[in-house]
């Protein structure tokens, strides 16, 4: 499986990206594609994901109602469109896929990862 991420950049705060992440390779029925972020000095956290059969979504808190997950079957992509943008959104976003038909927050149940688009969000 191959996951390519792009569409950061820098903003202003209050702006809005939207970052893709594209998805090859090997197939499945029933898997979650996720986002996680890493802060310069601080480890990955969680920041959205979505089950792609029954398209149920989960999100951190620190972006419920400014972030929202979707995902476009036909190109095998995953979005996130974010909007509000604060400079504490300032990260490395990665995106991930889970063969675990469960929205995961944690890190160890994704199984394969992209490697990276660059958000920074400029005061």
């Known amino acids: 499986v191959q996951l390519q991420a792009f569409g950061g950049g820098l903003v202003q705060a209050g702006g809005f990206l939207r970052l893709s992440c594209a998805k090859s390779g090997r197939t499945f029925s029933d898997y979650v594609m996720g986002w996680f972020r890493q802060a310069p000095g601080k480890e990955r956290e969680f920041v959205a994901a979505i089950r792609w059969s029954i398209i149920s979504t989960a999100y951190a808190d620190s972006v419920k109602g400014r972030f929202t997950i979707s995902r476009d079957s036909a190109k095998n992509t995953v979005y996130l469109q974010m909007n509000s943008l604060k400079p504490e959104d300032t990260a490395l976003y990665y995106c991930?896929?889970?063969?675990?038909?469960?929205?995961?927050?944690?890190?160890?149940?994704?199984?394969?990862w992209g490697q990276g688009t660059k958000v920074t969000v400029s005061s």
């Open positions: 991930a896929v889970g063969l675990r038909p469960t929205l995961g927050r944690l890190e160890r149940l994704y199984d394969y």
